[in-house]
C-alpha cells in the first residue's frame, strides 16, 4: 500500500480540525456557520481519504464518532483519582449548617463569607474522561467511585465531548494526564423522540432522561448509542500531572478554553446569602431549560481550602448538593383518547381538567399502552396522582381510588382503528396495539417513505421531504398515488423544477420493473422484514397468490411462525390493502417472479454472513439464494456455513460451539466461481 502523499497528510488533518471545530460550534456553542450539507461534504472528503489510506486514521478522527461493532461487555476500569459522591442538603437550613462547618473545620468566624461555586446540578450519568498528550484515550462510568466500566467507544460518539483538547490562543497547555469528570444527559426533545420511537416499536419507554441517557451509554453496541444524540456538561477534574489550578473558577473557565460543554449558568458567589439567591432563581427558572436538573451543587472556590478541607467517608467536605423537592399534582381524568401514531401505534391518553405542576399547566398525560392503564387501574372519572416524568413528559403515578364513587368507567381498547376503522391488532407478548391500515392517514407519510427506499422499491429523488409534500397538499394517500402522479402536480411543489419533476418521475416509472421480494418488503406488512419478504416471494411466486394465502399456508412457509402468519394474514385481508394493490396493478407495476432455483450449485445448503463483507450483505445472500441456497440471520444446528468477514460478532462464536463449518469470504465466493 503506498504511503500518502504529504499534500493528503495535510489536508485530512485540516479537515480533522475544521469538523471538530464545526462539532464544538454546532454542539456546544450552538452557533453553528456551515449549512448540514457543507458539514457532510468536509465529512465525506475525510472518510474518503481515510477510506484510500488507512493509515491516515487517528484516535481523534470525528470518522471514529460513527460507532464500533457490538461488545459481549465491558471491561473495568479503574480512576486514579475517586469519583465520590455529595453529601445532600434538602432545605435553607441544611446549605447554612453545611457552611457554618465549613468555617469551623478552617476555623473562620462565622461572619466572614466563603467564596462559592453555584452550578445546576444536571440529572444525568457521571463519567470520567482520560486525555494523555491531549488526546482523549478512555472513558468511563463513575461505578463504584474507585472503578467503573470501561465505555469509550460509546463516549466516542458524543460530538460535545472532543476527541483533542485544542487549547486558545495563548491559553494553558493541555497537562500530559488529565482525568476531566462531567455528567452525559439528555435534552427533553431528544428523550421525547426516543420514546416516541419505542412505543412505536413496541418496546417500554424509560421512565426520565437520566434513565435513557444512563441506558444509552451503557449499550454494548455503540451504534444504538450514537443515533441517541447524547449530550455532555463537564464540571471538575480528576487525577492531573503536570497542572495545577488556584480556583474551581479558574478550573471551568480553563475547561471551556479546552472546548468543553461547560454549563453557561454557573454562578460565583460571594457567601452562602448569594447562593441561596442562586437556589430560589433556579427554582424558579428551572422550568425553562431543555434539559433536567435536580437541584443545584454548591463548592468552595478556593482549591487549597478544599484541600485544607479534605473528605469525610466517601465525600468531600468542601462541596454538598441541594436537592429541589418533587412535585406531583392530583387532577381527575374525564376521558381517555387513543392516538394513532406514524408506524400504527394506539396510544391511550388521559385527558384531566387542568392543573399546574411544577409551574407548568397540565390537561393530558400519556397511559403509554392498555398494559400499563390495567396495572395502574386508571379509569374515565378516577382522581389520578400526576407528575412530569423527569420534569418533562406528563404521567399518571397512581389512582386515588378512596375518592371512586362508582361512576368511572374502565377504558377498552378500540378493535377498529379511530382515525381510518382499519383493524387493530395486538400480538402475543407485546405491548402496544397497532392499526395494520396500509392507507390510514395517521401512518401515511412513514408508508410511503418506507416504500421508495433503496432496499423497498427504490425510487430515488423521492425522499421523506417530498413525501411529506406529496401527502400535506393531497396528492398522495396512499403508495399506489405516486404511479399517478403527473409533471404538473411536481410543479406546483417547492423548489421543484422541471428538470427534477422529469427524473422525479423517470425514477416511479422505473421502479414499475421490480422483484417481488422488494414490492412485499414495501408494503410495509408487520412483522415482515427483507428477509422474510424473499421467503415469502420465492415461496408464493406472485402477489396474487400471498395475497389469497390463508394463515395454514403461510405458517407451512420456512421462517414464518404464527404470529408472522397471523399478521400477513391480516394486512392482505384489509379492503385498503386490497385496494391499493388493484391500483398499483392498473398502473402497471407487476414484479417479477423469484421462485427459487431447485438445482443450484448450493441448493440445499443454509448460510449465514457475519462481520464486515467486502460486498453488501444483501447482494451475498442474494448470490446465495441464485444458486438455490437460503441465506438465515441466526445460527442453528441446520447451518451448513457461517461466512465471516471482518470483526465477525456473537455469530461466529456460536458457530464454533455448535461445530458449523466457517469460511472466509473468499472461500465463499470460491465455492460460488467452482459451483
Not at 72 to 94: D, I, K
Amino acid at each position: 500500500m503506498a504511503n500518502a502523499p504529504e499534500d493528503i497528510v495535510r489536508r485530512a488533518g485540516w479537515l480533522r480540525r475544521e469538523i471538530e471545530r464545526h462539532n464544538y460550534l454546532y454542539y456546544v456553542l450552538d452557533q453553528p456557520q456551515i449549512s448540514d450539507a457543507d458539514y457532510d461534504a468536509l465529512f465525506r472528503e475525510l472518510q474518503d481519504i481515510e477510506t484510500e489510506y488507512p493509515e491516515l486514521v487517528t484516535p481523534d478522527s470525528p470518522t471514529q464518532r460513527v460507532g464500533a461493532p457490538p461488545l459481549e461487555e465491558f471491561e473495568t476500569s479503574e480512576h486514579r483519582t475517586p469519583m465520590l459522591s455529595l453529601q445532600n442538603a434538602f432545605g435553607e437550613e441544611e446549605l447554612r449548617a453545611f457552611d457554618q462547618r465549613v468555617k469551623r473545620f478552617l476555623d473562620l468566624p462565622e461572619s466572614e463569607a466563603i467564596d462559592y461555586v453555584a452550578e445546576l446540578k444536571i440529572d444525568g450519568l457521571a463519567i470520567s474522561l482520560t486525555y494523555e498528550d491531549g488526546v482523549f484515550t478512555a472513558g468511563a462510568t463513575r461505578g463504584d467511585g474507585y472503578r467503573g466500566e470501561n465505555i469509550t467507544t460509546n463516549l466516542r460518539t458524543i460530538k460535545s465531548i472532543p476527541l483533542r483538547i485544542e487549547p486558545a490562543p495563548e491559553g494553558r497547555q493541555a497537562p500530559r494526564f488529565i482525568e476531566v469528570r462531567g455528567e452525559v444527559y439528555l435534552r427533553h426533545h431528544e428523550f421525547q423522540r426516543i420514546n416516541e420511537e419505542r412505543t412505536e416499536r413496541g418496546e417500554p419507554t424509560f421512565a426520565n432522561p437520566r434513565n435513557a441517557a444512563a441506558g444509552s451509554v451503557r449499550q454494548l453496541d455503540s451504534a444504538v448509542t450514537a443515533r441517541r444524540r447524547l449530550n455532555i456538561f463537564t464540571y471538575g477534574v480528576g487525577y492531573v500531572e503536570d497542572g495545577a489550578f488556584s480556583t474551581h473558577q479558574e478550573l471551568l473557565d480553563t475547561l471551556r478554553d479546552w472546548r468543553f460543554n461547560v454549563n453557561p449558568n454557573i454562578r460565583r458567589c460571594g457567601g452562602i446569602e448569594e447562593v441561596l439567591e442562586y437556589i430560589r432563581e433556579w427554582h424558579e427558572k428551572r422550568e425553562s431549560l431543555p434539559y433536567d436538573i435536580d437541584g443545584v451543587v454548591v463548592k468552595v472556590n478556593s482549591i487549597e481550602l478544599q484541600e485544607a478541607l479534605g473528605y469525610v467517608a466517601r465525600s468531600p467536605r468542601w462541596a454538598v448538593a441541594y436537592k429541589y423537592p418533587a412535585v406531583q399534582a392530583t387532577t381527575v381524568v374525564r376521558k381517555i383518547e387513543v392516538q394513532v401514531g406514524r408506524t400504527g401505534a394506539l396510544t391511550p391518553v388521559a385527558i384531566m381538567d387542568p392543573v399546574e405542576v411544577s409551574g407548568v399547566t397540565v390537561s393530558r398525560a400519556t397511559l403509554h399502552n392498555e398494559g400499563e392503564i390495567r396495572r395502574k387501574d386508571v379509569r374515565e372519572g378516577d382522581t389520578v396522582v400526576i407528575q412530569r416524568a423527569g420534569d418533562v413528559i406528563p404521567e399518571v403515578v397512581e389512582v386515588v381510588t378512596s375518592k371512586r364513587t362508582g361512576v368511572e368507567v374502565e377504558f377498552v381498547m378500540p378493535i377498529k382503528c379511530p382515525v381510518c376503522g382499519a383493524d387493530v391488532e395486538r400480538p402475543e407478548g407485546e405491548a402496544v396495539a397497532r392499526c395494520v391500515g396500509i392507507a390510514c392517514p395517521a401512518q401515511t407519510k412513514e408508508r410511503i417513505s418506507h416504500f421508495t427506499s433503496r432496499l423497498a422499491m427504490n425510487i430515488e429523488g423521492v425522499g421523506p421531504a417530498l413525501v411529506e409534500q406529496f401527502v400535506d397538499k393531497g396528492l398522495v394517500r396512499d403508495p399506489a398515488d405516486l404511479y399517478y402522479l403527473s409533471k404538473d402536480d411536481l410543479l406546483s411543489l417547492e423548489r421543484m423544477a422541471e428538470k427534477s419533476a422529469s427524473n422525479v418521475l423517470e425514477a416511479i416509472e422505473d421502479s414499475k420493473d421490480t422483484a417481488l421480494s422488494r414490492l412485499v418488503y414495501a408494503l410495509g406488512v408487520r412483522h415482515v422484514g427483507e428477509r422474510t419478504a424473499q421467503v415469502l416471494a420465492e415461496h408464493f411466486g406472485d402477489i396474487e397468490r400471498l395475497a389469497a394465502a390463508s394463515i395454514e399456508e403461510l405458517s407451512e412457509v420456512p421462517d414464518v411462525g404464527p404470529v408472522v402468519a397471523d399478521s400477513i394474514a391480516r394486512f392482505f385481508r384489509q379492503d385498503e390493502t386490497r385496494e391499493v394493490l388493484r391500483k398499483l396493478d392498473e398502473a402497471g407495476v407487476r414484479p417479477r417472479s423469484e421462485t427459487r432455483a431447485e438445482a443450484g450449485a448450493l441448493a440445499g445448503k443454509t448460510f449465514v454472513f457475519t462481520g464486515a463483507l467486502t460486498m453488501p450483505r444483501e447482494e451475498a445472500e442474494a448470490i446465495v439464494r441464485g444458486l438455490g441456497g437460503s441465506a438465515a440471520s441466526s445460527v442453528s444446528k441446520n447451518t451448513d456455513f457461517v461466512v465471516i468477514g471482518e470483526k465477525p460478532g456473537s455469530k461466529y462464536e456460536k458457530a464454533l460451539e455448535l461445530g458449523v463449518k466457517v469460511i472466509s469470504e473468499e472461500e465463499f465466493l470460491k465455492m460460488v466461481r467452482e459451483g
